[in-house]
């Protein structure tokens, strides 16, 4: 079976001439469907160049990228922008909530502004989701009435809401305590066994990774 994304000798420099920084090195990784996996690796070992350049939001210096078939090195920028909307979601450390919406705007945002309207559907799904993550009771509640761990979730739901096949998360824990922070992850946990969907989670918390069930160490550029 084809891996979902697959990365052969991946490059990133970072500058030019004396300034010139090299981050990845020749990097070589393979996620396969439904894979839960933490990203592990000193600070500055370039864990979020690796993911920004998994979500397509910037280009290797040089290498070969492949998701789902496509050779996403050779793709315009405009077809990376729609891949991406299609088939990545993303949860970063803040979470990036539109302090003025509900919840449930916050869900439905992203994809109400890629389809120039809000849907029935649109608003369906994100209070699906929303229930999904344990919020039902406080989808219209402001996003700055959310404790840290309820906003994480939120932007959990919102990264689901076009069914993505991979969810890519910057230290999605890295911002709660540890009480939130294990709740963040039972429900990343639960949403992979039962959605089959791949998570590639950085951190520097080698409690949060054990409760993954890969660990991709990056060290000095290459994967360990
Ligand atoms: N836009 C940029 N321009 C120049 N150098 C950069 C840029 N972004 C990152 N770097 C450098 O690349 C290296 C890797 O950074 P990156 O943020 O990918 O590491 P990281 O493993 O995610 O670190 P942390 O765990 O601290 O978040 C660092 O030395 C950083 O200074």
């Given at each position: 079976?084809?891996?979902?994304?697959?990365?052969?000798?991946?490059?990133?420099?970072?500058?030019?001439?004396?300034?010139?920084?090299?981050?990845l090195?020749?990097?070589?990784?393979?996620?396969?469907?439904?894979?839960l996996?933490?990203?592990?690796?000193?600070s500055?070992?370039?864990?979020s160049?690796?993911?920004?350049i998994?979500?397509t939001?910037?280009?290797?210096?040089?290498?070969?990228?492949?998701?789902?078939?496509?050779?996403?090195t050779?793709?315009?920028?405009?077809?990376?922008?729609e891949?991406?909307?299609?088939?990545?979601?993303?949860?970063?450390?803040?979470?990036?909530?539109?302090?003025?919406?509900?919840?449930?705007?916050?869900?439905?945002?992203?994809?109400?502004?890629?389809?120039?309207?809000?849907?029935?559907?649109?608003?369906?799904?994100?209070?699906?989701?929303?229930?999904?993550v344990?919020?039902e009771?406080?989808?219209?509640f402001?996003?700055?009435?959310l404790?840290?761990g309820q906003?994480?979730?939120?932007?959990i739901?919102?990264?689901?809401?076009?069914q993505?096949?991979?969810?890519?998360?910057?230290?999605?824990?890295?911002?709660?305590?540890?009480?939130?922070?294990t709740?963040?992850?039972?429900?990343?946990?639960?949403?992979?066994?039962?959605?089959?969907?791949?998570?590639?989670?950085?951190?520097?918390?080698?409690?949060?990774?054990?409760?993954?069930?890969?660990?991709?160490?990056?060290?000095?550029?290459?994967v360990?």
């Amino acid at each position: 079976m084809r891996p979902l994304l697959e990365v052969m000798d991946l490059v990133k420099t970072y500058g030019e001439g004396e300034a010139e920084t090299r981050v990845l090195k020749g990097l070589d990784l393979q996620l396969e469907t439904g894979e839960l996996a933490a990203l592990l690796g000193p600070s500055g070992s370039g864990k979020s160049t690796l993911l920004a350049i998994l979500g397509t939001l910037m280009k290797p210096s040089s290498g070969k990228h492949v998701m789902l078939g496509e050779d996403l090195t050779k793709a315009s920028d405009r077809d990376l922008t729609e891949f991406r909307n299609r088939h990545i979601g993303f949860v970063f450390q803040f979470h990036h909530l539109l302090p003025d919406f509900t919840a449930l705007e916050n869900v439905i945002f992203p994809s109400a502004v890629r389809a120039g309207r809000e849907t029935w559907a649109a608003r369906e799904r994100g209070r699906e989701l929303l229930a999904r993550v344990g919020l039902e009771k406080r989808m219209d509640f402001l996003a700055t009435k959310l404790s840290g761990g309820q906003k994480q979730r939120v932007a959990i739901a919102r990264a689901l809401m076009n069914q993505p096949e991979l969810v890519l998360a910057d230290e999605p824990t890295g911002n709660l305590d540890r009480g939130s922070a294990t709740q963040v992850m039972e429900l990343i946990a639960e949403i992979n066994q039962n959605e089959k969907t791949t998570f590639l989670i950085s951190t520097h918390d080698e409690k949060i990774a054990d409760t993954c069930r890969r660990r991709i160490r990056v060290s000095d550029g290459l994967v360990e």
